[in-house]
């Protein structure tokens, strides 16, 4: 099910990312606070391509640390795994989409207490992560906080097979209901009219990025989370780098001008990561239509990953301290 990443390194003490974070190919579920694993389905270049993302996203390790200087935070009490890549067959779509699903289905039964971390690829594996955790948990309302500067819900049976309508497949097979969609990050001159009344229609909640920026992005991000909380069981976040403004992201293909800045991603997923009924993310969409993937962009998202986890340790550590005073 799973194959070795294309980056391997040999595991040594120290505090860069490729020497604290182990991969293991069956780890014990018992010790384990994050499972990272990759998907290189991508349809951005055509119907056989692979996706760069995830062993780029590997390479840039050894660049960073553990410690978080600016909310002095280790990440290294925190234990991640990395167990490798989907096993998927680049020319055969349907085969590699349910191998995605069937993945994500044993990873959730087989690591219930852990968070698991998607590194893709184009937005359709988003799709069939979140079918697979549905088929793992049967009873369980799933939510979605999508990052996106789209709201990714075109309808598949007039347009065809398109990794930009994860949304839609969602809702039409009955795995999410509209109204458990959040999608923060939406602004300019790119979605169309019928996507938005398809949107409206359906319950989804769009939020844009002029509204969160008026309100302020921690209150809309802690609303959000609030809400979902009280309405369904787990939480599945997509970090689509599109979101990013384009000057950020120059070469991810649909990114924008307007978008996200980094650090305004970097503090939504800090966010995130501090709320315990987010069990799943996602990143995806980086890899470019033409050439390899620019190295600023890999650091973006590398960092907007430590962010997350920085959230679940600081998490980790409030949750400590509280259990603390109440012994006294």
């Not at 007039?158 to 959040?182: F, N």
């Not at 959000?224 to 293909?253: G, H, K, N, T, W």
Request: with cysteine; charged share 20%; proline share 3%.
């Amino acid at each position: 099910m799973f194959i070795q990443s294309e980056c391997q390194w040999k595991q040594e003490n120290g505090s860069a990312m490729h020497q604290w974070i182990k991969q293991q190919t069956n780890p014990n579920p018992n010790e384990v606070d994050i499972v990272v694993y990759g998907a290189l389905l991508s349809y951005t270049n055509g119907a056989s391509s692979k996706a760069q993302y995830p062993t780029a996203f590997r390479k840039a390790w050894p660049g960073f640390q553990s410690y978080n200087l600016d909310e002095q935070v280790n990440l290294r009490a925190l234990s991640v795994v990395d167990i490798g890549d989907v096993a998927i067959l680049e020319y055969d779509r349907m085969l590699s989409e349910s191998a995605i699903e069937a993945a994500a289905e044993n990873l959730s039964i087989a690591f219930q207490r852990s968070f698991t971390c998607l590194i893709g690829g184009d937005h359709t594996i988003t799709a069939h992560s979140i079918k697979g955790i549905k088929n793992a948990f049967p009873q369980d309302r799933i939510g979605i906080i999508q990052i996106d500067t789209h709201l990714d819900a075109r309808n598949q049976e007039e347009i065809g097979l398109a990794q930009d309508s994860p949304i839609h497949q969602l809702i039409a097979a009955g795995v999410v209901e509209g109204r458990h969609v959040y999608n923060v990050g939406l602004h300019g001159f790119f979605n169309s009219p019928e996507m938005i009344h398809y949107a409206k229609e359906q319950g989804i909640h769009m939020i844009t990025l002029k509204q969160m920026r008026r309100d302020g992005i921690q209150l809309t991000i802690r609303e959000m989370l609030r809400q979902l909380m009280y309405e369904v069981d787990r939480i599945y976040v997509s970090v689509d780098l599109d979101a990013l403004d384009i000057v950020f992201a120059c070469d991810v293909p649909a990114a924008s001008p307007g978008g996200l800045t980094a650090y305004e991603l970097f503090d939504i997923l800090k966010l995130i990561g501090e709320n315990e009924g987010v069990r799943h993310i996602d990143f995806v969409y980086a890899d470019p239509k033409e050439g390899i993937l620019r190295p600023e962009t890999v650091k973006i998202g590398v960092t907007a990953f430590l962010q997350w986890l920085t959230g679940i340790q600081l998490d980790h550590r409030n949750r400590i301290s509280k259990k603390g005073k109440v012994m006294l």
